[in-house]
Nanobody, 123 residues
Framework: QVQPVESGGGLVQAGDSLRLSCTVS??????MAWFRQAPGKEREFLAA????????YYADSVQGRFTISRDNAKNTAYLQMASMKPEDTAVYYC??????????????????WGQGTRVTVSS
């Protein structure tokens, strides 16, 4: 059974950095992505990385501040977040799947989801 599990969330101050991790049990040769959802808002795509660990995609809103990476030997993907802002406050979700390029930024493109980890950024 494939199950992503996120970790690393918490409370940080504006300007701080934080790294989230997502470890996938079961088959791990999937594309992986990070999304987030703030209260009252739709789930938002942040970044995706292909299984090759080289090909990455970013939302314009986080390009240059967030970095996605993965370690296939550990079945783990990471989201390094820098210069954090209060508007980054949300529940962050990891997703995995074999994703068509047209669906990379869409929640429906991913078959497996983690339970989420909460990130709160204080001003």
């Amino acid at each position: 059974q494939v199950q992503p599990v996120e970790s690393g969330g918490g409370l940080v101050q504006a300007g701080d950095s934080l790294r989230l991790s997502c470890t996938v049990s079961g088959r791990a040769s999937y594309d992986m992505a990070w999304f987030r959802q703030a209260p009252g808002k739709e789930r938002e795509f942040l970044a995706a990385i292909r299984y090759d660990a080289f090909t990455t995609y970013y939302a314009d809103s986080v390009q240059g501040r967030f970095t996605i990476s993965r370690d296939n030997a550990k079945n783990t993907a990471y989201l390094q977040m820098a210069s954090m802002k209060p508007e980054d406050t949300a529940v962050y979700y990891c997703a995995a799947g074999s994703v068509d390029v047209a669906a990379l930024t869409l929640p429906r493109g991913y078959l497996y989801w983690g339970q989420g980890t909460r990130v709160t950024v204080s001003s």
